[in-house]
């Protein structure tokens, strides 16, 4: 038996394309060359899809896609049976795949489009089925279902058209200020606006409407968020619960890659009968989402130590210093070996 092919996916045309390159150098680095062999797809900002043959060092900096050398157009084939199939002087060649580990964050790889690919192609994907990513992605629907559960969400309303400016003002009039007003549909905090008052509220809309078709208006959760990062897919692993501490305004993009004035606390400064509320709360979450392989789940915890569901991120941030791989070593799980269990749990059942 020769090793298995894993074709790991980065970059990719969202706006998370910078934190995707990170996070792939970093998973890159991890896998096992004595299991696995890899094979590196790379797509542009632009949507453009290449194997990449250069140096992995490239990648973060941005500089993968400078060298034609290096590059050889491809995609992936959704007849069963081609895998990757790349392209050079007009012939085709297929390359067999046995996993997809897609390191997209956002829009067009972490909301069912590249693990439908995957799904018609009959190649394992590491992380959640098409279905769960896109539920996940949907903060309105990820919300409602997640209720019927029995877990709080945060009261709010959602726009999936352009509203008019009083359409807007009546339909926040029982949630209070400050509201958070977000993209249905888009993460790292990207077109996220916490807004104090109505004067600043159509502007919000407008941002964030910019990022998606879809907006959703939140009230307010007085309280901090916590992580939970859960690993399986039958049976669940939940590293240390994680809390957010926030000198000011809300987790945005820059506060979540630079931590300037806020701090990420693993474990989370509560009691352990607190943590194993989040721990079953996420288990809850997770299989209601549908999830599978891995999942960090957000919730805040309120004044009152009620749990609310925030949102639950299929493909998180993954470098070696990222919050879930951080959870995950509070219960002496390092980062190769979490790296390694997904490829294998991506696998269960092949």
Not at 162 to 187: H, N, R, S
Request: net charge negative; with cysteine.
């Amino acid at each position: 038996m020769g090793k298995k092919v894993v074709a790991v996916i980065f970059g990719g045309c969202s706006p998370e394309y910078e934190v995707s390159l990170n996070s792939s150098f970093s998973i890159i680095n991890a896998i096992d060359r004595e299991k696995y062999d890899v094979v590196l797809i790379g797509i542009t900002r632009q949507g453009s899809w290449f194997r990449y043959t250069g140096l992995v060092e490239d990648i973060p900096s941005d500089k993968w896609h400078s060298y034609d050398a290096v590059l050889t157009r491809a995609f992936i084939s959704p007849e069963r049976g081609s895998g990757l199939v790349t392209v050079k002087d007009g012939v085709l060649q297929a390359l067999p795949v046995d996993v997809v580990f897609p390191v997209l964050h956002g829009r067009f790889g972490e909301d069912g489009t590249i693990q439908g690919l995957c799904e018609l192609a009959g190649i394992p994907c590491v992380g959640a089925g098409a279905a769960a990513s896109a539920l996940c992605m949907d903060k309105d629907r990820a919300h409602k279902l997640v209720s019927m559960e029995g877990i709080k969400v945060p009261k709010s309303v959602c726009f999936e058209y352009v509203p008019t400016d009083d359409e807007i003002y009546a339909a926040v009039q029982d949630l209070g200020f400050p509201v958070y007003v977000k993209p249905v549909k888009a993460g790292s905090s990207f077109g996220i606006s916490k807004v104090e008052n109505s004067a600043a509220l159509i502007d919000a809309v407008r941002l964030a409407f910019f990022f998606d078709d879809a907006v959703i208006i939140e009230e307010n959760i007085d309280g901090f968020e916590a992580g939970c990062s859960v690993v399986g897919n039958h049976t669940l692993i939940v590293g240390r619960v994680d809390e957010v501490e926030l000198s000011e305004g809300f987790f945005t993009f820059e506060e979540k890659y630079t931590l300037k004035t806020s701090k990420i606390h693993t474990p989370a400064r509560v009691s352990e009968e607190m943590e194993l509320r989040l721990v079953d709360a996420a288990k809850v979450i997770y299989k209601a989402l549908g999830c599978r392989g891995y999942c960090r789940i957000d919730v805040f915890v309120t004044q009152d130590n009620e749990i609310v569901f925030n949102e639950a991120n299929t493909i998180p941030g993954f470098t070696a210093k990222s919050r879930f791989p951080k959870m995950m070593q509070g219960i002496g799980i390092e980062y190769p070996q979490l790296v390694d269990m997904l490829i294998e749990l991506s696998l269960e059942n092949e």
